[in-house]
């Protein structure tokens, strides 16, 4: 599907969820880094982001992540996500 239509970011998405399962940090990464790129997230991808960047030691990139989750969750009108990664910020990265 994806090779027919590269730009489909439900297709992209769905294969990061694959790739989650599957614990293949680096082509989940790759694959939500690609689908943030074209789509309008809601926040659910950029907390999944986050963590795989937590799980590969790239801390400054999940604090990064987290933050503009937070946003993109508030803007889409979600605030217990929002305040989900509010906490993670304050308690895991000292974020106020």
């Known amino acids: ?19 989650e399962k599957a614990g293949d940090e680096a082509k989940l990464i790759a694959t939500l880094e690609r689908y943030l790129a074209a789509a309008d997230d809601e926040g659910n991808a950029y907390g999944m982001l986050a963590r795989a960047y937590e799980r590969t030691n790239q801390n400054d990139k ?13 803007s889409h009108g979600h605030p217990g996500m929002a305040e989900e990664y509010k906490t993670i910020l304050e308690s895991e990265y000292s974020v106020p």
């Open 62 to 74: 999940a604090r990064d992540t987290f933050q503009r989750g937070r946003e993109a969750a508030t």
């Open 1 to 19: 599907m994806l090779a027919s239509d590269p730009a489909n970011t439900m297709v992209l998405f769905g294969l990061a969820k694959e790739y």
